[in-house]
Protein backbone atom coordinates (compact mmCIF):
# COMPACT_ATOMS: atom_id res chain seq x y z
CA UNK A 1 0.00 0.00 0.00
CA UNK A 2 1.25 3.43 -1.06
CA UNK A 3 1.51 6.13 1.25
CA UNK A 4 -1.13 8.06 -1.28
CA UNK A 5 -3.75 5.16 -1.02
CA UNK A 6 -3.91 5.10 2.59
CA UNK A 7 -6.63 6.43 4.69
CA UNK A 8 -6.80 7.14 8.56
CA UNK A 9 -10.49 7.34 10.11
CA UNK A 10 -11.85 11.06 9.82
CA UNK A 11 -11.65 10.65 13.60
CA UNK A 12 -7.83 9.96 13.56
CA UNK A 13 -6.98 13.09 11.07
CA UNK A 14 -4.83 15.88 12.99
CA UNK A 15 -5.96 18.38 10.05
CA UNK A 16 -9.54 18.30 11.15
CA UNK A 17 -10.68 20.99 13.03
CA UNK A 18 -10.05 20.84 16.86
CA UNK A 19 -13.57 21.43 18.41
CA UNK A 20 -13.51 23.32 21.87
CA UNK A 21 -15.84 24.75 24.42
CA UNK A 22 -17.38 28.03 24.28
CA UNK A 23 -14.52 31.51 25.33
CA UNK A 24 -14.87 32.25 28.58
CA UNK A 25 -13.44 34.49 30.95
CA UNK A 26 -11.42 33.78 34.60
CA UNK A 27 -9.21 35.51 37.10
CA UNK A 28 -5.82 34.51 38.30
CA UNK A 29 -4.45 36.39 40.81
CA UNK A 30 -6.94 39.01 39.59
CA UNK A 31 -5.76 39.60 35.81
CA UNK A 32 -8.13 38.14 33.43
CA UNK A 33 -7.23 34.69 31.61
CA UNK A 34 -9.31 33.74 27.91
CA UNK A 35 -9.90 29.88 27.97
CA UNK A 36 -12.16 27.49 26.39
CA UNK A 37 -15.07 25.49 28.31
CA UNK A 38 -13.66 21.98 29.12
CA UNK A 39 -9.96 23.14 29.70
CA UNK A 40 -8.67 23.07 33.02
CA UNK A 41 -7.04 26.21 34.55
CA UNK A 42 -3.54 24.60 34.20
CA UNK A 43 -4.01 23.97 30.46
CA UNK A 44 -5.27 27.56 30.60
CA UNK A 45 -2.30 28.93 31.98
CA UNK A 46 0.10 27.35 29.81
CA UNK A 47 -1.71 28.62 26.82
CA UNK A 48 -1.88 31.96 28.05
CA UNK A 49 2.00 32.06 28.86
CA UNK A 50 1.61 31.53 32.41
CA UNK A 51 4.40 28.67 33.76
CA UNK A 52 5.25 29.86 37.19
CA UNK A 53 2.53 29.29 39.78
CA UNK A 54 4.95 29.25 42.74
CA UNK A 55 8.47 29.33 43.97
CA UNK A 56 10.46 26.14 45.61
CA UNK A 57 10.31 27.21 49.69
CA UNK A 58 13.68 24.88 49.39
CA UNK A 59 15.65 27.28 47.07
CA UNK A 60 13.57 29.71 45.68
CA UNK A 61 13.39 28.24 42.00
CA UNK A 62 10.31 28.97 40.08
CA UNK A 63 7.58 25.73 40.11
CA UNK A 64 4.64 25.32 38.26
CA UNK A 65 3.05 22.68 35.76
CA UNK A 66 4.63 18.93 35.90
CA UNK A 67 2.43 16.05 35.57
CA UNK A 68 -1.02 17.69 34.66
CA UNK A 69 -2.67 14.23 35.80
CA UNK A 70 -3.34 15.49 39.71
CA UNK A 71 -0.39 13.49 41.44
CA UNK A 72 2.45 16.08 42.32
CA UNK A 73 1.08 18.88 43.67
CA UNK A 74 3.58 22.12 41.64
CA UNK A 75 -0.24 23.31 40.05
CA UNK A 76 -1.42 23.80 43.72
CA UNK A 77 -3.57 27.39 43.79
CA UNK A 78 -6.64 28.50 45.88
CA UNK A 79 -9.74 28.46 44.38
CA UNK A 80 -12.43 30.25 46.78
CA UNK A 81 -11.81 28.94 50.41
CA UNK A 82 -10.00 26.05 48.93
CA UNK A 83 -6.60 24.94 47.76
CA UNK A 84 -6.90 22.30 44.81
CA UNK A 85 -5.04 21.42 41.69
CA UNK A 86 -5.06 23.24 39.11
CA UNK A 87 -5.02 20.68 36.46
CA UNK A 88 -8.06 19.16 37.77
CA UNK A 89 -10.05 22.63 38.12
CA UNK A 90 -12.31 23.31 34.75
CA UNK A 91 -12.51 26.40 33.34
CA UNK A 92 -15.61 28.45 34.53
CA UNK A 93 -16.72 32.21 33.23
CA UNK A 94 -16.25 34.24 36.39
CA UNK A 95 -13.75 32.11 38.41
CA UNK A 96 -11.15 33.22 40.31
CA UNK A 97 -7.95 32.00 41.25
CA UNK A 98 -5.55 32.69 43.53
CA UNK A 99 -1.50 31.41 43.24
CA UNK A 100 -0.21 30.42 47.04
CA UNK A 101 2.25 33.28 46.51
CA UNK A 102 -0.87 35.98 45.78
CA UNK A 103 -2.72 34.74 48.44
CA UNK A 104 0.05 34.88 51.29
CA UNK A 105 0.69 38.51 50.24
CA UNK A 106 -3.17 39.09 49.81
CA UNK A 107 -4.31 37.49 53.10
CA UNK A 108 -1.30 36.95 55.03
Do not use: I
Not at 34 to 47: I, K, P
Amino acid sequence: MTKSSYSAPAALRADQAVQRGPAVQFLVDGCTVRAFGGESVAAALFAAGRRELRCSPRNGAPRGLFCLMGSCQECLVWVGARKLLACQVPVAGGLEVETLPFREERHG
